[in-house]
């Protein structure tokens, strides 16, 4: 005999927001954000690392990364590793900009 049970929602009398907050980071998020904290304590290269630990491109790695190092609740996280990880980003910006228009640093 089917209630119907089955077909109510599991985040009944929640709204959207409230299952899945958006102030909160995912594991996976946490585990980068961790990687990024210690990775040179893997041996090897940090591209194969980041293969073995993730199953992800290191460029798709660096894609979420970046994303990832924009979201508030990153800094919360960790803010120290956030803010050095943007600080070494905008470096690489501006290296990349003066190197375009000629510049020598």
């Given at each position: 005999?089917?209630?119907?049970?089955?077909?109510?929602?599991?985040?009944?009398?929640?709204?959207?927001?409230?299952?899945?907050?958006?102030?909160?980071?995912?594991?996976?998020?946490?585990?980068?954000?961790?990687?990024?904290?210690?990775?040179?304590?893997?041996?090897?290269?940090?591209?194969?690392?980041?293969?073995?630990?993730?199953?992800?491109?290191?460029?798709?790695?660096?894609?979420?990364?970046?994303?990832?190092?924009?979201?508030?609740?990153?800094?919360?996280?960790?803010?120290?590793?956030?803010k050095r990880l943007?600080?070494?980003?905008?470096?690489?910006?501006?290296?990349?900009?003066?190197?375009?228009?000629?510049?020598?640093?």
């Open positions: 005999m089917n209630d119907g049970s089955a077909l109510e929602p599991v985040t009944e009398g929640l709204e959207a927001d409230e299952a899945f907050p958006a102030d909160l980071l995912s594991e996976r998020d946490r585990q980068i954000l961790a990687f990024e904290r210690q990775w040179w304590k893997y041996a090897g290269a940090k591209e194969q690392a980041i293969r073995e630990l993730f199953d992800m491109s290191a460029t798709r790695y660096y894609q979420l990364l970046n994303i990832l190092i924009d979201r508030p609740e990153a800094l919360e996280h960790d803010p120290m590793l956030v943007r600080r070494m980003r905008s470096q690489r910006q501006r290296q990349r900009a003066a190197r375009r228009l000629g510049i020598r640093p």
